[in-house]
């Protein structure tokens, strides 16, 4: 897998990042506790952007364990949070929505606006573990 060059646009400040891989989050994590956006809140009305900067596969083994902890301390991780996104790449052309895979190779771009009140949710206390919602 090769890097891409990414230019990022969160609430209109532009950002410049070649990445092994970007994932936008409403909520902290997906699949088996791997908490990809720790900061992530279901209630803040913000989406979270986490930047995975290119790295050696070794260097990943810690990023791993940092995840399922869900404490990232790393120089190959960036992480921001905002209503606005929007993301352009030359060779854009494929990515995933909730596990499904969606074809942009038209517009070479993905943009979101998450202009929704904070949802509140309700559930028992006993459920501490409360799994979040995937990718936009």
Sequence with gaps: YKPCEYTLTIDGINYNEKAFFIAIANGNQFGY???IAPDAR??????DVCIMKPLRWYNLLAIIRQSLQGNYNSKYVKYF???????TAENLEWMQVDGDAVDISKTKK???????????????????????????
Aim: glycine share 2%; net charge positive; hydrophobic share 35%.
């Design 81 to 87: 949070q905002g209503k606005e996104i929007s993301i």
């Design 110 to 136: 993905w943009k979101r606006t998450f202009n929704r009140r904070p949802c509140r949710l309700l559930y028992h206390k006993s459920f501490k573990n409360f799994c979040s919602l995937s990718i936009i």
């Design 42 to 47: 279901l209630d803040d009305a913000l989406l």
């Design 33 to 35: 506790e791997f908490k």
